[in-house]
């Protein structure tokens, strides 16, 4: 009998595809590493565009996803599995940024350069261009700690609770702080519009 290829594949894909993150990454913990091509499949872009949004730089966001799962493997076994795996890898990615910007004290929030364009604004309307590039320019003009909750919350889909993990905070105190930076949005959006 020939070599053909195995029937059941597109099942196993979809069992695995069907795999919580948790469990995929206590498999990572135990020295399963092969169960992390997934969870980095899952992740990659979204991690991507957090550092994107954090520092308008693609190959530097590239970079740190790398980074990203560099450290998954060597703090495996700090992972609990009581909390969510995506809580935790935004925990790791926040501290690799970070890290970077510590590494490179040259580094500046003040991003000047207008054709650094965000990737995929997860928004589903269709809106101007112009207004969609006006936007973009205001997320970059507020200071980072506005600029990543707004990341997290709006174009990653973050729940409060769980940023509030990430900054060691409530829910409600999270809530408040998007609110502010959603209205430092507004106003710099504004102050834009004014200067055209």
Known sequence: MGLRSFPFEPRIKKVLESIGDN???????????????????????????YFYHMNND???AEDLVQAVFMRVIKYKHSFRGDGKFKTWV??????????????????TDDIE???NELPEMETGIHAKEEQLTQMER???MLDKDKRELLTLSK???MKYREIGELYDSTESAIKVKVFRAMQALKKQYEALEMTE
């Open 138 to 140: 205001a997320l970059t």
């Open 58 to 60: 693609k190959m530097l």
């Open 90 to 107: 935004f925990h790791i990615a926040r501290n690799v940024n970070t890290d970077h910007h510590k590494k490179h004290k040259n580094y």
């Open 23 to 49: 469990a995929l990454m206590l498999k990572v913990k135990t020295g399963e590493l092969d169960h992390l091509g997934l969870l980095y499949e899952r992740y990659k872009r979204p991690l991507f565009g």
């Open 155 to 157: 174009l990653k889909s």
């Open 113 to 115: 350069d207008e054709h």
